[in-house]
């Protein structure tokens, strides 16, 4: 009888000892590295996925798939600004003496202009071009202006303030101040996360997007997205865009950067629409990651982002072998390995960028199937023994 206790006891205490062997803690199993990398991939007994390709991911591959996927970026940029563009007849016309100008600075925080950066905006005041044809600026002085366009003097503006270093990656935005035309109900609206949405009269010789977006920002920064959910963010980042919306239609979205810093000119009566989203969704999966689900940000995160975002790599139970991205690359299926127990991989997941349609798998560790049946067995020997 002795001995009989002492067995129960042991076993409760071996029970009692391992908790993330048991029960709901385990992590719930996937395919493991040799599956996945095996040559031919089987489902229910007959073969599938015959156009699979499997490789891995080095840095040269990482490096260009970054490429790619910035240029596609650039790409679609550069179409959105196009398509928002009307052109301005009297955009190239010149400074003069007795002009007046409204000059505003626009600087990233930080030095970022990248995930969900709000720029700051600062309004220097409205100035005079005097008779020698400069204008006197805060921080810099007297600057020549006459014979110089709005967007050449904006451009020598931002250098000179750049080369001051008073502002953060600053980008000037001038306007000439002329006549009000009268025409109150030709205006642009500014909605959405801005500090003072309002209807910006149009003025004559036409509006550019930096413009109108300097005036319902104000002396302040784009305010930060609303949170969902009782006030808990979701597992995201996001970043500002800015869309146009014309007869009722989106024209194009750009981010806020290219908002500020481009000379993309409105039409009367256009809407700009200032939003913060994240439009690129994560999936991560497979019983190796910390927190599996899905993770959405606003641009084209590294492998190292999201799994930073996702909690990392299970300790316990996460193989270190490799980290898989699923990818559709031509409709043809690919499955990428990102080796994590060399050196190397550690880098290739700090430049690898995902995009929408991505799916990042951790796989489980190989002794992760021997201690649940472990685990089952333990806790079956546990209440065989209380039931005696």
């Excluded at 928002?84 to 400074?95: A, E, H, K, Y």
Aim: charged share 20%; glycine share 10%.
């Amino acid at each position: 009888m002795m001995v009989t206790s002492m067995s129960r006891c042991g076993l409760v205490i071996m029970a009692l000892s391992t908790p993330v062997l048991t029960g709901c803690d385990l992590p719930k199993a996937g395919p493991g590295v040799g599956s996945l990398m095996a040559r031919r991939q089987y489902q229910n007994g007959r073969q599938s996925f015959d156009g699979l390709v499997t490789r891995e991911v080095t840095i040269k591959d990482a490096l260009e798939t970054a490429r790619q996927i910035r240029a596609e970026d650039a790409a679609r940029i550069r179409q959105s600004a196009a398509a928002i563009n009307v052109g301005s007849s009297t955009r190239n016309s010149t400074l003069h003496r007795g002009d007046d100008i409204t000059v505003s600075i626009l600087s990233f925080s930080g030095g970022s202009e990248g995930l969900g950066a709000a720029p700051s905006v600062m309004r220097l005041g409205r100035f005079s071009i005097m008779q020698d044809g400069t204008v006197d600026l805060p921080y810099l002085g007297p600057v020549q202006a006459m014979s110089l366009t709005c967007s050449q003097m904006q451009r020598k503006l931002s250098r000179l303030y750049a080369e001051r270093r008073i502002f953060s990656n600053p980008s000037v935005i001038v306007r000439a101040d002329g006549t009000e035309d009268g025409q109150a109900a030709d205006s642009v609206l500014v909605v959405g996360q801005v500090n003072h949405p309002r209807e910006v009269r149009w003025r004559a010789g036409g509006m550019t997007l930096a413009h109108v977006l300097a005036e319902a920002m104000g002396d302040e920064t784009v305010m930060m997205a609303e949170t969902s959910d009782g006030g808990v963010a979701a597992p995201a980042r996001y970043a500002t865009v800015v869309s146009v919306v014309r007869e009722g239609q989106v024209v194009g979205e750009l981010p806020i950067s290219e908002a500020l810093s481009g000379d993309v000119f409105l039409a009367p009566h256009d809407r700009v629409i200032v939003k913060k989203t994240a439009s690129i969704m994560v999936p991560v999966l497979g019983g190796g990651a910390a927190r599996p689900g899905a993770y959405a940000f606003g641009v084209s995160p590294t492998l190292a982002e999201v799994l930073a975002m996702s909690g990392g790599l299970r300790q316990e139970a996460a193989s270190s072998r490799a980290v898989f991205v699923l990818r559709y690359d031509h409709e043809r299926p690919c499955l990428l390995r990102i080796p994590f127990d060399r050196v190397y991989g550690l880098f290739v997941a700090q430049n690898f960028l995902l995009k929408s349609g991505d799916v990042v798998y951790v796989a489980e560790s190989a002794w992760m199937p021997y201690l649940k049946v472990f685990s089952l067995i333990v806790q079956a020997g546990v209440l065989v023994s209380i039931a005696r």
